[in-house]
């Protein structure tokens, strides 16, 4: 009886401990997750799948160095044969005009094989392959850092689209907390016989003219939300929020001069490819020292057996021990190593060519990113200044018309003149921000 209430209550125990995992792992699900730039950097940096790629690439290079250095040390290997003769094997022996059939061998027969091969020289061919390993341990490490760099660019970049989106979305909500607003004045003084019904139509009308817009950038924020999502690698029905400011923080004139120097040392990708470009050249060796011979040690042990039977008597088995020098040379391969001469010439020169155009687009780069930076902060100190006016003019045109001065034209115009200039503003701040990250990307920062 005991028995069977302890089991009752462990099954009890163990069904809440399984509902109260489950209830905590849907919590976690649909709990909002509310992101600073620092924590979305942070959390790309560990899931997204890009930077995830980039890490077994390095880890494929280490493999690389491991796998070159095989190449120089020796090879032993063992191989072991059975075989059980069915019908043995015989010849044939003639003794006065007769002939006499011998059977060869017992049923059972063992063969027990220990090879051993060092190389001693290949025409370079390790050493060379060693330094290609490195070579190529050490692209990667570059590639990893930067495919972040690429990554860190996006992320920033996408954050600062929501912050901007939000910012819309904010301006698009008080434009049209401001033209209904005045929807509602008109009816007051329609109601009073101060307005004429196409005032009030035209009010109406207006307010629902910026609905749409909105509309829009509600949408916009969502896409950007889950472009973010996608980046961070986190599912996209993980309900996240952004947390930061939409700083506008100009960059000085000597920052920027003294990493422009410098961009040539800190871009990672121009690192990866000078890496490349000594593979390519080390190849080169690789494939030249195919004319020249290749020089190994060897050795092997050897047991053989043979019996009728399933064991071996001291005199049915034998041991043997070889030790030499083997020497290979090509004679004549039908110039396939000329061949793969040309080739490995040819891939180097591509690679030389192709760093000399990535070194053109990073002075291209750099002069777009500083060029659209000024370009932007011209932007943002005349649309703050626009959006003062404009401000200053809706309030004068809403003075005016309720006092019967002005007409509702000219409120119109002054509310669509607000909403431009603050919209102008918040996309000057944006474009300088995005500029900026191209300016740190460009120079490696």
Known sequence: MNHKIGKRIFLFIFFLIFSFNDIIAFSDENDKIVLTLEMSLEIAKKKNRDILIAQEETKKA??????????????????????????????????????????????N??????????????????????????AYSNSSEYGLENTWKNIKAQV???FYTILLTDEAKRVAEITLKQAEAHYDNVKKLNSQGLSSEF??????????????????????????????????????????????????????????????????????????????????????????????????????LQFQGQSDKFYLKKNQRAFSLSAGIQMQVSIFDGLRTYAKVEQAEAD????????????EGINMEIKQAVL?????????????????????????????????IGTQLELFDAQLALERARMGHIQGIYDYLVAKTDWEKAVGL
């Open 372 to 404: 659209k930076m000024k370009e932007s902060k011209q932007m943002v100190d005349t649309q703050a200044q626009n959006v003062i006016q404009a401000e200053k003019a809706l309030r004068i045109a809403e003075v005016r018309y309720n006092s019967g």
């Open 199 to 300: 005032d009030l139509l035209r009010a109406e009308v207006n307010a629902s003219n910026f609905k749409p817009a909105l509309i829009q950038a509600e949408n916009n924020l969502e896409l950007a939300y889950n472009s973010l999502k996608n980046i961070l690698g986190i599912d996209i029905n993980q309900e996240i929020e952004v947390e930061g400011s939409y700083a506008y923080e100009p960059l000085d004139d000597d920052v920027i001069k003294e990493n422009n120097n410098k961009a040539f040392q800190k871009r990672a990708d121009l690192k990866q490819l000078e890496f490349q470009t000594e593979m390519q050249e080390l190849n080169i060796k690789i494939e030249r020292s195919n004319w020249f011979p290749s020089l190994y040690l060897t050795g092997g």
């Open 156 to 158: 920033k970049k996408t």
């Open 109 to 134: 027969s063992y063969q027990n094989i220990l090879s051993f091969n060092q190389p001693l020289w290949l025409g370079g061919k390790i050493g060379t392959a060693l330094k290609i390993a490195r």
């Open 62 to 107: 280490g493999a690389r160095v491991r796998e070159a250095w095989s190449g120089a040390l020796p090879q032993i290997s063992m191989s072991t044969v059975y075989s059980r003769n069915i019908l043995k094997p015989a010849f044939f022996l003639t003794i006065e005009d007769e002939t006499q059939k011998i059977e060869i061998g017992s049923n």
């Open 348 to 359: 180097y020169q591509i690679l030389e060519y192709q760093r000399m155009k990535l070194v």
